[in-house]
């Protein structure tokens, strides 16, 4: 996956109603690489991963314990 392609999907899924309320019903990060193939995006659930591990100052306040609050803040918002 492409920096490019993730940046892509994070505005396709701003923009798409649908495709948030799919990415918020999603289980996991395989179910995100799942939508966003179907999107026609090329993402891998490593790369996922490694994009919201890398929390702006912002995101930083939404965490309690240790736990981000929304794991697929880093597409939807």
Same mark, same amino acid.
């Given at each position: 996956?492409?920096?490019? =392609?993730?940046k !892509? /999907?994070?505005? !396709?899924?701003? %923009? *798409? @109603?649908?495709? =948030?309320?799919k990415?918020? !019903?999603? %289980? *996991? %990060?395989?179910?995100?690489? @799942?939508?966003?193939?179907?999107?026609? /995006?090329?993402?891998?659930?490593?790369?996922?991963?490694?994009? =919201?591990?890398? $929390?702006?100052? *912002?995101?930083?306040?939404? $965490?309690?314990?240790?736990i $981000?609050? *929304?794991?697929?803040?880093?597409?939807?918002?």
């Amino acid at each position: 996956m492409s920096e490019e =392609q993730l940046k !892509a /999907f994070q505005e !396709a899924a701003k %923009a *798409d @109603a649908g495709l =948030q309320e799919k990415l918020k !019903a999603a %289980a *996991d %990060a395989d179910a995100v690489v @799942a939508i966003a193939k179907a999107a026609g /995006f090329v993402i891998s659930s490593e790369e996922l991963q490694k994009a =919201q591990a890398e $929390v702006s100052e *912002d995101e930083l306040q939404g $965490v309690a314990g240790g736990i $981000v609050a *929304d794991p697929l803040s880093i597409i939807i918002d």
